[in-house]
């Protein structure tokens, strides 16, 4: 992000801090984005998704899918993806459902799901969790793609319009940071103009080499 020495004059605010912000923030979408999407197979070198693979990619590879039919999500097929955990599925405590934001509101329209005023001060209520069903919490991200193919696989926009859940025992996952989140600035003196740069270093990978532990639900129209 370049700032030019008069923009910054003429802003009431510190336009470093509102921009400190915003890369911080900007940083942090990027990574859940490429946790939920990551697929190393991507052609574009400048796509965050190409870092690691992620978790539907993982589910994908692992055949732990379960095809939804292209209609609206059911209970029933929630509880499948979980069977297809097999043993990583059985504590309900290490699972959780990431879905879309469409289909979360699917998901509160099932008589199956129970929300915060249902089940009241007797669960502890994670960030950004909406209600639970089977017990799973369920969460929502605005970056599951709603571009894929029938199989889950990464289409066209435009020409397909699928989309995911997924059922994951966060348990088995772990990022690995290294060192903190980056700030750098260089002057441009010729046009007045600071540059700041922001980066951030990090892998994310299965504890277990051969766990699969994550399941999809694919296929959701």
Do not use: C
């Amino acid at each position: 992000v370049g700032i030019t020495d008069q923009a910054n004059q003429e802003t009431v605010t510190s336009l470093l801090d509102l921009v400190r912000m915003e890369m911080i923030s900007s940083l942090a979408r990027a990574t859940e984005k490429a946790i939920i999407m990551g697929d190393t197979g991507f052609a574009d070198a400048n796509d965050v998704r190409k870092a690691f693979d992620g978790l539907l990619k993982y589910a994908l590879a692992a055949g732990n899918t379960v095809d939804n039919g292209g209609g609206q999500v059911t209970a029933l097929n929630i509880a499948a993806a979980r069977r297809k955990l097999g043993v990583y599925g059985l504590n309900l405590a290490d699972l959780v459902i990431i879905a879309p934001v469409d289909v979360a509101y699917q998901l509160l329209e099932l008589p199956e799901v129970l929300t915060f005023d249902k089940y009241g001060s007797n669960f502890t209520v994670l960030k950004g969790e909406i209600g639970r069903i089977w017990g799973m919490p369920i969460v929502v991200s605005e970056y599951v793609s709603h571009t894929l193919k029938a199989d889950g696989t990464e289409g066209v926009a435009g020409t397909d319009d699928k989309t995911a859940v997924l059922v994951v025992n966060k348990q088995y996952f772990a990022v690995a940071d290294r060192g903190n989140v980056g700030l750098e600035t260089e002057r441009k003196a010729v046009s007045s103009t600071t540059l700041y740069v922001s980066y951030r270093d990090l892998d994310f990978n299965k504890i277990a080499l051969n766990a699969t532990p994550v399941a999809a639900l694919i296929n959701v129209g």
